[in-house]
Structure formats: C-alpha cells, structure tokens
C-alpha cells in the first residue's frame, strides 16, 4: 500500500470558511467508517493478542515460578507473625493471672501472720520460760560485741572466744 498524503485547506465560498480535505496521490483510498459503524474486527483482535493496538506481554514460566514461591515466602512470613503474636498474647495473659495467684498468696500470707502474731502472748511465753524452764536473762559477761560489716546478720563459723578483747 502506498503512503496517503492528506491536505488541509481552508477554502472561502461566498465569504464563508469552509474546511476542505482533499487527498493527494494515486492509491487505493480506505473508506473511513461513519460515525456511529463498527470497525471490521481484526482476527489478531479476536485472538487477543493486540487489543486496541496495546500488546499483551507473554508471561514465562519462571516469572510464575518466582510469584509463587515469593507468595509462599510472604504466607510463610504471615503465619509466623500471627503465631508468634498469638503465643505473646497467651504469655501475657499466663502473667496475668500468676501475679493476681502471687497477690492473693501474699495477702492470705499477711493475714495468717496476723493471727498468728495476735494469738501469741508475749507475758505468757516469758512467765513460762523463767518459771517453767528456769532462764534467766544474760550477765554483762556472757554478752558478746561482734562488729558488722552489713546491716543484715551475722554468720558463725567459728566458736565465740571466752574473754572478749
């Protein structure tokens, strides 16, 4: 087919501007459709490999091969998160309820120590020593001063010598 030449004039009739299309050349014209036909559809159109003049690209198998096993990575990635988040949750959740355990432990602790301390007279235990069991308290002599290092307790481990320096 050969190449068309179109030309656009402006021709003035009676004072008026028209435009006028006029091809120049010698080859077979192509009849435009009107506004409102159909265009004659293509068999590549119908195909489907050229759709409005836009071409389609062909997927490989390795850019399916790579989709996929990137798509499992990322469900593999997913599941892990939610499984580790979930297992978080149930650890908090474990805490939770160990520390209100703890508290109700203490508490029942405290009281008991109460009680106890509130049933135990003092005059009775120390009646019942000096009478009972014939103690007495300590002479200046049989008091030892050891010096401390810390403010907590003292360990033995050794005999308290006899005369104190």
């Known amino acids: 087919m050969g190449r068309r030449a179109v030309r656009r004039e402006r021709a003035s009739v009676f004072g008026r501007s028209n435009n ?13 459709p009107r506004f409102g036909e159909k265009r ?22 390795g850019y399916y091969l790579f989709f996929f096993i990137a798509l499992a990575i990322t469900a593999f990635v997913c599941i892990g998160y939610v499984r580790i988040h979930s297992d978080i949750t149930a650890s908090q959740k474990r805490v939770a309820s160990l520390e209100a355990a703890l508290s109700q432990l203490k508490l029942s602790n405290d009281e008991e120590y109460e009680r106890i301390a509130g049933s135990v007279d003092i005059e009775e235990i120390k009646k019942t020593a000096m009478t009972d069991l014939h103690m007495r308290y300590p ?27």
């Open 139 to 165: 002479d200046e002599s049989q008091v030892v001063h050891v010096s401390m290092e810390s403010d907590d307790y003292v360990r033995q481990y050794g005999s308290i010598p006899e005369d104190p320096k």
């Open 40 to 61: 004659p559809v293509s068999r590549e159109a119908i195909r489907g490999r050229h759709t409005d003049g836009i071409r389609v690209p062909q997927v490989s198998f």
């Open 20 to 32: 006028s299309i006029y091809i120049d050349g010698n080859t077979v014209r192509t009849i435009e």
